[in-house]
């Protein structure tokens, strides 16, 4: 389980070998946002050279915007490295710009939508692809598009990606990183509530952002209890013919609870040091 993502720049290839050690359990190179158009070449070079052989922590390529001179370089000099474990691609609109990539490249594709027009076109975009491997928000540009300008105004957004990448059988999304670095308690908290929404995960900017992220993802320990006492109790209980599990108490649990208190006792796990975490 991925769980935390580490964004660096590009064009400085000397943070490359540090974002590795930070306990990210990937990383993101920027070749888009994060690198000035004077710089392009010179962080296409650098990043090239530094996926010319795998790492041992995962490293994904953030290309620039479908269609643009630099996409096509981007791809040309990464998307068939063998340190390139994935391309995010910002700004996707539509399927046909998925497709058009995946005859491109043969590595993972990770679709950032931020757009409204991107946003109606979720699903299709979700499953435009079997290259396709994940699908998130890239909420800066989006808040710009929809003219919002509070947490409330996209709970819409959040909840259309969660349903989208379900619906199109992808892993939960990531959250869009969190930009005020000094607010670690906002991050954290601000986790939580991703998790509530169905998120797992999210992007960072420093490596200090890395431990709030783990610590808001954790579930707490009532619902950790609840779902090993769900388990448990299922572990000794007899099957009915329509999937449904009777616990001692004369309670049903289906599928959905069972699969849900897996879940949760995994990304526990994931959460805890020494035991599958950091």
């Known amino acids: 389980m ?94 046909a710009q998925v497709t058009r990539t995946a005859g491109l490249t043969a590595k993972p594709l990770h679709c950032l939508i931020e757009s409204a027009l991107g946003l109606e076109a979720a699903y299709t975009i979700a499953s435009a692809h079997a290259s396709v491997a994940g699908i998130g928000l890239g909420e800066a540009d989006l808040r710009s598009d929809l003219g919002v300008t509070s947490e409330a105004g996209l709970l819409y957004a959040r909840s259309r990606i969660v349903v989208a990448a379900r619906a199109s059988g992808l892993e939960p999304p990531m959250m869009s990183v969190y930009s005020n670095l000094s607010d670690v308690d906002g991050l954290r908290a601000s986790c939580a509530e991703g998790r509530a929404l169905g998120f797992v995960g999210r992007a960072a900017l420093h ?18 209890a609840a779902a090993a006492a769900l388990l448990a109790a299922v572990a000794g209980a007899a099957a009915t013919e329509t999937g449904t599990v009777v616990l001692p108490d004369g309670r049903f649990a289906d599928r959905a609870m069972i699969a849900a208190a897996e879940r949760t006792l995994s990304l526990a796990r994931r959460c805890t040091p020494g035991e599958g975490g950091e």
């Open 2 to 95: 991925l769980l935390t993502w580490l964004y660096v720049p590009g064009d400085r290839p000397e943070r490359f070998a540090k974002a590795l050690s930070s306990g990210a359990d990937a990383v993101i190179i920027d070749l888009e946002d994060a690198v000035a158009l004077s710089r392009k070449d010179y962080a296409r070079s650098a990043v090239a050279e530094f996926l010319s052989a795998p790492h041992e922590v995962p490293v994904f390529v953030r290309v620039n915007e479908f269609g643009s001179l630099g996409y096509f370089a981007d791809l040309s000099a990464v998307g068939a490295l063998p340190g390139t474990a994935g391309l995010r691609l910002p700004k996707v609109d539509s399927p």
């Open 207 to 224: 490596p200090k952002q890395l431990p709030a992220i783990v610590e808001g993802f954790r579930p707490h320990e009532g619902e950790v």
